[in-house]
């Protein structure tokens, strides 16, 4: 195996020159394969309030500019452990939700195919679905922690099926979810009924509001958490709107209460060691955001997330 080729020198080139690419990555065109890709869904046609979303990927990207290549609370270089590569945007349909959901299944299909992990950069909730339905091909159902200070588990919104609100329900008919092992975190906020509640447990999800994040700690969440996902295969799903809009304003339906990134991120550190497959940041909305509040933070969960990618090593088909 060839030595992974890492980010553009930081000490060399300043971190403000040349073009936005993930944490200043090589493009995976130029790379040729890689163990873990970066990949952006510039897709906001789902959404129910603030658009904008579609311009997550580069404002993450840009935000990214600043990630350093040693990750001190994981004791990991993750670009150095593991070929990381930008795969640019799936460029989906931004006038039909149907088709655009059937080109980012097949994408992200085709980047796994030789044994890649992607972290994907949204883009709205809804492309977490064809995101979940690329891995089950692969793995079978799987076990997910969704962050977000939303459900996402509601029916339809105005009749529509595939929408930022309603990826989680439609990924349970689908039997694509291990129902054993899911679960939201940071959920709050008034909901439409009770029966969303009732809805989501009949699905089969657990939850551990922002407030159980605060009462309970970051310690003995992640404690609880790892007890029910055990060695499944993991996808974590991260709507940046689990943070509180004073850690996350750029986003398009925030909510007061939620968690702070310093909670987000340790518990996604105390996630190390879990079978992780997948995971995305969704409903980044530069539109919204001041001073790149929350598109730095986007990008260090992001980075966070390669991290712990990381730690398990280069895909089996590299090895
Ligand atoms: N941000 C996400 N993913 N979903 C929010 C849906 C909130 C609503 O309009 O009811
Ligand atoms: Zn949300
Ligand atoms: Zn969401």
């Known amino acids: ?126 492309i977490a679905l064809p995101l979940l339905r690329s891995l089950a091909k692969r793995h079978g159902p799987v076990a997910m922690l969704h962050f977000d200070a939303h459900l996402d588990t509601w029916d339809t919104y105005f009749g529509a099926e595939y929408t ?57 969440i992640v404690d609880a958490l790892r007890q029910r996902i055990g060695d499944r295969p993991l996808y974590l799903s991260i709507d940046i709107d689990v943070l509180d809009p004073a850690h996350a304003p750029g986003t398009g339906t925030p909510e007061a209460g939620g968690l702070t990134s310093r909670e987000l991120l340790e518990i996604l550190r105390g996630l190390a060691g879990c079978n992780l497959v997948g995971a995305d940041v969704v409903e980044v909305a530069p539109a919204y955001d001041h001073a790149e509040i929350t598109a730095v933070a986007a990008s260090h969960v992001a980075y966070d997330l390669v991290s712990l990618l990381a730690l398990s090593g280069p895909a089996q088909e590299a090895r």
């Open 164 to 220: 930022h609100g309603t990826p989680f329900r439609r990924a349970v008919e689908e039997g694509i979810l291990d129902t054993e092992a899911v679960g939201h975190v940071g959920t709050r906020g008034p909901l439409y009924g009770k029966q969303d509640l009732d809805d989501d447990r009949r699905l089969g999800f657990g939850i551990m509001t922002s407030a159980d994040v605060m009462r309970r700690g970051v310690d003995e």
């Open 1 to 126: 195996m060839t030595e992974p080729r890492g980010p553009v020198d930081s000490s060399r080139v300043p971190r403000f020159a040349g073009p936005a690419t993930f944490a200043r990555l090589p493009r995976l065109d130029e790379v040729g394969r890689c163990d873990v890709a970066v990949v952006g869904v510039p897709f906001d046609s789902g959404v129910s309030y603030r658009p904008g979303a579609r311009f997550g990927p580069s404002a993450v990207r840009e935000a990214s500019r600043l990630l350093r290549p040693y990750h001190p609370g994981l004791d990991v270089s993750p670009f150095a452990a593991v070929q990381v590569a930008d795969a640019g945007d799936i460029a989906c349909n931004p006038f039909n939700i149907g088709e655009a959901v059937e080109t980012i299944e097949d994408a992200a299909t085709r980047l796994q195919e030789d044994g890649a992990r992607l972290v994907t950069i949204g883009g709205d909730h809804t």
